[in-house]
């Protein structure tokens, strides 16, 4: 796989809170817990068995939320990509029910720990709207608010002129309001997450790519680029849509793929109240969706699909400028102050996957573009499971490790599935 695109050039490294001290893993020694990538996932599970008096290292190729934990739309959604219902009639009743509970309360855990741990985080809880693009859009979203809001979520349908006013464009057919959502910086939340592990004990090592696995007995050694290793019982491999070589077949079970934000400058006073005046954040119901926000400083965010490569130029973000032009015409000729993309791990069957191939190693991939909460719920689940030994606290079943069939063939066939979308979407593109 090519370098991944910097973090840097994106909204959130421009304006996120410090990042705590994360010094590479100069000398080898052991930990109860060796936790590889410092994202979401990995820093939840830190921060979760450090508070259960386990001793965790993190261990991190670049710097903490350099992947898609620093540079996500900072939406957060509850839920999984499948509806309550799906999931009852995917898993039977009780486990699908209690997958559907876990999903539901994916947003709490976020602002729980921000609120918890008093972390340095722009962050509001004003609802996620989805916008219903098509007619079997506007069903869906009905039917997907009346699960939630039959389970007592704070969900609602909206119609035409209610979705028009919420969002500030007049291009959606109608939608749904989810209470439970919200925003937060990305990236100051991934810094948080890593200042309250360390706070509760962990040890987080930034500058320290993984290079080898290796089981003896019941030890695993894990080696670092440095030289440094590490000995212990247990592995969490965290590192999703980054994934290298680091264990077989891994990369090979998800489609990495790229998705695509661009920032404007600080909106006036007037275009920031004609565009989600309410404070809600948004994607919706096109296959490649779309997502937008404002930021806490009045910058108006849009996210989407972009080429499946990592980007050449400023030329790979046009799409994304030319919709806002469409969605939101009020803005006339608008600056875009950044543009920036992040991977995301798709699996086969759109849900995310947990794995132990070999004894002690247990692996988290693949959130579908929405993990936030996800993966910040999933991490102290994984620490639950650590600590407990019952799989039980995990949400769903640990399965086989698989390569998806033709992967090398994937990236052909993602892109043209992305064209078809594209035609198939209709409308803005
Ligand atoms: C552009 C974009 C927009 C998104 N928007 C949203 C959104 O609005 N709402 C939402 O809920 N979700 C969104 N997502 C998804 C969300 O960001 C991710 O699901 C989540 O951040 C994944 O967290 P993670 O901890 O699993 O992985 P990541 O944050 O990707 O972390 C993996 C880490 O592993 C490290 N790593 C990899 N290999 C090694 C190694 N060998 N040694 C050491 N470290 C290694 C990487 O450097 C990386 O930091 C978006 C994602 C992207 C990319």
Redesign the pocket.
Known sequence: MSE?FPLAPSLWAATAAPAPETPPLAASGRADVVI????????STALHLAERGIRAVV???????????????????PGLKYDPADLVAKFGTERGERLARFAGGTADTVFDLIERHGMDVPHRRTGWIQGAHTEAGVREVEQRATQWAALGAPARVLDKAETDRLLGTERYLGGWLDGRGGAVQ?LSY?RGLARAAIGAGAAIHGG????GLARTGSDWTVT?AQGAHLHTERVVL???????A?WPDLAQSVIAA????VATAPLSDNLRRSILPEGQ?S?DTRKLLL?FRLDHTGRLLM?GRGPFREPRGPGDWAHLERIVGKLFPQLGAVTFAHR??????ITRDFLPHLHEPAPGLLI??G?????????ST?GRAIAAYIAEGDADALPLPITPLGRLPLHAFHRLYVSAVIAWYRLSDGGLR
């Open positions: 991944p590889v990538g410092g994202g979401y996932c990995g820093l261990l991190e190729a670049r710097e903490v939320g350099f992947g898609g934990s620093g540079r996500n739309g900072g939406q957060v959604i990305p991934a320290t790519p993984v290079t670092t965290c590192t999703n849509g980054y994934t290298g680091l790229n998705s695509f934000q954040v994607s997502y996210g920036w993309c992040g991977r995301v791990a988290d991939i959130c579908q573009g929405r993990g936030v909460g996800l993966q999933m």
